[in-house]
Nanobody, 115 residues
Framework: QVQLVESGGGLVQPGGSLRLSCAASGSIFSINAMAWYRQAPGKQRELVAAIASGGRTNYADSVKGRFTISRDNAENTVYLQINSLKSEDTAVYYC?????????WGRGTQVTVSS
């Protein structure tokens, strides 16, 4: 089993920044990739950013240039740096870990962008 714990969410004004963290523990071997998803009220959960084991990253078009995903393998932690926040970034942000035959979700952290 794998446990994922997200942190770093909160209330921030438009234009502000946050850094989300996702700490993985448990059977954290043979990880293929880790990713951040988000789900806004009334909308489907969507992929925001992902990072493969080799370090390759990809981003949703809506966040390119503003979000940066990174990974600390020694700490088994993945980060999401979020800059230039917009109201439409308001959502619960979830961490996901992919192994060869399994995938795991964290419980999410709320990001609210409001003045």
């Amino acid at each position: 089993q794998v446990q994922l714990v997200e942190s770093g969410g909160g209330l921030v004004q438009p234009g502000g920044s946050l850094r989300l963290s996702c700490a993985a523990s448990g059977s954290i071997f043979s990880i293929n990739a880790m990713a951040w998803y988000r789900q806004a009220p009334g909308k489907q959960r969507e992929l925001v950013a992902a990072i493969a084991s080799g370090g390759r990253t990809n981003y949703a078009d809506s966040v390119k240039g503003r979000f940066t995903i990174s990974r600390d393998n020694a700490e088994n932690t993945v980060y999401l740096q979020i800059n230039s926040l917009k109201s439409e970034d308001t959502a619960v942000y979830y961490c996901r870990l992919f192994k060869s035959t399994e995938a795991y979700w964290g419980r999410g952290t709320q990001v609210t962008v409001s003045s």
